[in-house]
């Protein structure tokens, strides 16, 4: 296809050229182009299709990157990526030493914020417009957040602040979800220019100033406005929070969008824009299933995504499927079973369960605080709760872990999924530290399960431990062809096996880099343990090793500073052990996207270079 108006833009100023009445044009041959470049490469793909034209209008009327734009999460963010000069990075998305799937203050400066992870938008832009204003500086800052990351915690938080501070901060509330249709038409794109124009503002204010003469008087017009606007619009919670609220507007409409966002441009304090957007928009398929084109591998935009029709019995499940089985079928079992996720019901495998169970089935959103908490208060009361929760997002409840659940010692299951690298989410995702984070807290028991068979019977184990536990897993798949058995049997905590035996080196292999140990091992004729249990450690298999063997080695996909490595090397001291230790693991640096086999390559985790490795730490003792 060719795309002559998207070809004539390298940067927002080209945009800002244009005539209005070509911008419709371009927002068709943006859609159709990205809808192309993502059918290659993989990416999110609903939720960018649904923010087409409010980027299109954002940095039509604001002047970029003079003006903040600030994304949430960022998932959305493609067509600002093609709007910014990164047209052609479009087709090395997500790839090794190609652009990121999400906004990076590296990459353009046009991103201005590097995000990921959800509602962290309104509080940086809170800073970016403080810091404006303090500096006497005449810009504008934009943060722009959907329904869904409004839903945490941190968003309110923002929202608190702003609304008593006095600074240009503009909010835009993409809502792709709520159903809102009522006030989206021709009345309210009226009311929305309306209430956004000078001259409304001019007079509350000029009125405000009269009244405020006569405190009741002040008050009973305040009142008086609030319900005007309240006929039409539901955005009282927004004015409470202190934000002059307009809409909801057709996010999809741009002549609503420009002169609302025009208008809104040249108001001072904070403002609030809701506007209603359909993910998938402009791609049939996705809008009739925007979870299933949420995120995408390569696919044919005129069959679509091909989802097979002989589900679970179609090949090796991944963990994610080993988990949601295990979790229907341990609730089958044991009615105080309760299952919680924050968000994430498809990505955690809980979609089975939540049909399945629906009244111990708990979506919290994005709150994963609240997830972890909510689970200690089940815990108290004698229930089972089974926390299904990203590596990364756990980070975001490290206090709530340890201070609502382990300093009590409650029985909460943490399914712990993308543990290790994730590959083209790249750094904000990759699983890295989940172990290091982990195994300093007292009372946790800490599970990593080698393939898909283990994982089942590690699950059981730390749900049938009368304390906090937690099991660690990675996206996708093990190298084993290790299906698990339909039963509910489990393992005994702590203790670890002995999966090779060799001479003078013992691998220590903790989770799902055993195959690659077991290739080192097959090279150097080394032993090889899996270790299974990071916390509490098999001391006596590591005792025993450190006896009959001249040199250890700890392989982990987990950072290598505080990891399974470091626990080793405790547990050694503790044993009086002097036998020498060779950490491998993640680097002390963010690990960028790529493809899992690749990025395990070259960050020598694979086979032969965990084999390299040994061979060339072996030769600074000859």
Same mark, same amino acid.
Request: aromatic share 6%; proline share 5%.
């Given at each position: 296809?060719?795309?002559?108006?998207?070809?004539?833009?390298?940067?927002?100023?080209?945009?800002?050229?244009?005539?209005?009445?070509?911008?419709?044009?371009?927002?068709?041959?943006?859609?159709?182009?990205?809808?192309?470049?993502?059918?290659?490469?993989?990416?999110?793909?609903?939720?960018?299709?649904?923010?087409?034209?409010?980027?299109?209008?954002?940095?039509?009327?604001?002047?970029?990157?003079?003006?903040?734009?600030?994304?949430?999460?960022?998932?959305?963010?493609?067509?600002?990526?093609?709007?910014?000069?990164?047209?052609?990075?479009?087709?090395?998305?997500?790839?090794?030493?190609?652009?990121?799937?999400?906004?990076?203050?590296?990459?353009?400066?046009?991103?201005?914020?590097?995000?990921?992870?959800?509602?962290?938008?309104?509080?940086?832009?809170?800073?970016?417009?403080?810091?404006?204003?303090?500096?006497?500086? @005449?810009?504008?800052?934009?943060? %722009?957040?959907? #329904?869904?990351? &409004? +839903?945490?915690?941190?968003?309110?938080? =923002? *929202? /608190?602040?702003?609304?008593?501070? @006095?600074?240009?901060?503009?909010? %835009?509330?993409? #809502?792709?979800? &709520? +159903?809102?249709?009522?006030?989206?038409? =021709? *009345? /309210?794109?009226?009311?929305?220019?309306?209430?956004?124009?000078?001259?409304?503002?001019?007079?509350?204010?000029?009125?405000?100033?009269?009244?405020?003469? =006569?405190?009741?008087?002040?008050?009973?017009?305040?009142?008086?406005?609030?319900?005007?606007?309240?006929?039409?619009?539901?955005?009282?919670?927004?004015?409470?929070?202190?934000?002059?609220?307009?809409?909801?507007?057709?996010?999809?409409?741009?002549?609503?969008?420009?002169?609302?966002?025009?208008?809104?441009?040249?108001?001072?304090?904070?403002?609030?824009?809701?506007?209603?957007?359909?993910?998938?928009?402009?791609?049939?398929?996705?809008?009739?299933?925007?979870?299933?084109?949420?995120?995408?591998?390569?696919?044919?935009?005129?069959?679509?995504?091909?989802?097979?029709?002989?589900?679970?019995?179609?090949?090796?499940?991944?963990?994610?499927?080993?988990?949601?089985?295990?979790?229907?079928?341990?609730?089958?079992?044991?009615?105080?079973?309760?299952?919680?996720?924050?968000?994430?019901?498809?990505?955690?495998?809980?979609?089975?369960?939540?049909?399945?169970?629906?009244?111990?089935?708990?979506?919290?959103?994005?709150?994963?605080?609240?997830?972890?908490?909510?689970?200690?208060?089940?815990?108290?009361?004698?229930?089972?709760?089974?926390?299904?929760?990203?590596?990364?997002?756990?980070?975001?409840?490290?206090?709530?872990?340890?201070?609502?659940?382990?300093?009590?010692?409650?029985?909460?299951?943490?399914?712990?999924?993308?543990?290790?690298?994730?590959?083209?989410?790249?750094?904000?995702?990759?699983?890295?530290?989940?172990?290091?984070?982990?195994?300093?807290?007292?009372?946790?028991?800490?599970?990593?399960?080698?393939?898909?068979?283990?994982?089942?019977?590690?699950?059981?184990?730390?749900?049938?431990?009368?304390?906090?536990?937690?099991?660690?897993?990675?996206?996708?798949?093990?190298?084993?062809?290790?299906?698990?058995?339909?039963?509910?049997?489990?393992?005994?905590?702590?203790?670890?096996?002995?999966?090779?035996?060799?001479?003078?080196?013992?691998?220590?292999?903790?989770?799902?880099?055993?195959?690659?140990?077991?290739?080192?091992?097959?090279?150097?004729?080394?032993?090889?343990?899996?270790?299974?249990?990071?916390?509490?450690?098999?001391?006596?298999?590591?005792?025993?090793?450190?006896?009959?063997?001249?040199?250890?080695?700890?392989?982990?996909?987990?950072?290598?500073?505080?990891?399974?490595?470091?626990?080793?090397?405790?547990?050694?001291?503790?044993?009086?052990?002097?036998?020498?230790?060779?950490?491998?693991?993640?680097?002390?640096?963010?690990?960028?996207?790529?493809?899992?086999?690749?990025?395990?390559?070259?960050?020598?985790?694979?086979?032969?270079?965990?084999?390299?490795?040994?061979?060339?730490?072996?030769?600074?003792?000859?």
């Amino acid at each position: 296809m060719s795309y002559p108006l998207l070809e004539s833009i390298t940067d927002p100023a080209d945009l800002r050229r244009l005539p209005r009445e070509q911008l419709p044009a371009l927002a068709e041959e943006l859609r159709a182009f990205l809808l192309e470049s993502v059918a290659r490469t993989g990416g999110h793909l609903s939720s960018n299709l649904g923010t087409i034209e409010l980027t299109i209008a954002l940095h039509y009327v604001f002047n970029t990157p003079e003006d903040r734009l600030v994304w949430d999460v960022g998932h959305q963010t493609y067509a600002h990526k093609i709007l910014t000069g990164r047209r052609a990075g479009m087709a090395r998305l997500r790839m090794k030493d190609g652009i990121s799937g999400f906004p990076r203050r590296s990459e353009s400066p046009y991103d201005t914020f590097g995000v990921g992870h959800s509602s962290t938008s309104i509080s940086a832009a809170l800073g970016m417009a403080v810091a404006a204003r303090d500096k006497g500086e @005449d810009r504008r800052v934009v943060a %722009v957040i959907g #329904d869904g990351a &409004m +839903s945490a915690g941190q968003a309110f938080e =923002a *929202l /608190n602040n702003a609304g008593v501070i @006095d600074a240009n901060l503009l909010v %835009v509330l993409n #809502d792709n979800d &709520m +159903s809102i249709s009522p006030p989206v038409g =021709a *009345l /309210n794109k009226y009311l929305a220019r309306l209430l956004s124009g000078r001259t409304f503002n001019a007079a509350r204010k000029a009125g405000e100033k009269v009244l405020a003469m =006569a405190p009741p008087l002040l008050e009973l017009a305040k009142r008086a406005e609030e319900h005007v606007k309240g006929m039409f619009v539901p955005g009282t919670l927004f004015e409470e929070f202190g934000f002059n609220y307009i809409g909801p507007i057709d996010g999809h409409d741009l002549d609503s969008l420009l002169p609302t966002l025009e208008n809104l441009r040249q108001l001072k304090g904070p403002q609030f824009l809701h506007i209603v957007t359909r993910k998938g928009q402009g791609y049939k398929l996705a809008e009739a299933d925007p979870v299933l084109y949420h995120g995408v591998s390569k696919f044919d935009t005129s069959n679509g995504i091909q989802v097979s029709a002989g589900g679970k019995g179609t090949g090796k499940p991944t963990f994610t499927q080993v988990f949601g089985d295990w979790l229907c079928d341990t609730a089958a079992a044991d009615e105080r079973l309760v299952g919680i996720t924050p968000a994430m019901c498809e990505g955690s495998g809980m979609t089975r369960f939540a049909a399945a169970f629906p009244q111990r089935y708990h979506d919290v959103g994005i709150a994963e605080q609240h997830a972890v908490t909510f689970a200690a208060g089940l815990a108290c009361e004698g229930m089972k709760p089974v926390v299904a929760i990203y590596s990364t997002f756990l980070q975001r409840a490290y206090d709530q872990l340890i201070h609502d659940v382990a300093l009590q010692d409650l029985d909460v299951t943490f399914a712990i999924d993308r543990g290790g690298l994730v590959g083209a989410d790249g750094a904000t995702h990759q699983g890295a530290f989940d172990l290091s984070y982990l195994t300093c807290i007292p009372n946790l028991v800490v599970l990593a399960p080698a393939d898909e068979a283990e994982c089942r019977r590690m699950l059981t184990a730390a749900y049938h431990h009368p304390g906090p536990a937690a099991v660690r897993y990675p996206r996708g798949g093990s190298a084993f062809a290790a299906s698990p058995a339909p039963s509910l049997d489990s393992l005994k905590i702590g203790k670890g096996e002995i999966r090779r035996r060799g001479r003078r080196i013992a691998i220590l292999s903790f989770g799902t880099l055993l195959a690659a140990a077991l290739e080192a091992g097959e090279a150097l004729d080394a032993t090889v343990a899996n270790m299974r249990c990071l916390k509490p450690l098999d001391a006596d298999l590591l005792g025993q090793l450190a006896q009959t063997h001249d040199l250890l080695v700890s392989v982990e996909e987990n950072a290598i500073i505080g990891g399974a490595g470091s626990e080793v090397a405790r547990v050694l001291e503790g044993l009086g052990s002097a036998k020498p230790l060779l950490r491998l693991g993640l680097p002390d640096r963010f690990v960028e996207h790529g493809e899992q086999a690749q990025l395990l390559a070259e960050l020598g985790l694979n086979g032969p270079a965990i084999s390299a490795r040994i061979k060339q730490f072996e030769s600074t003792f000859t």
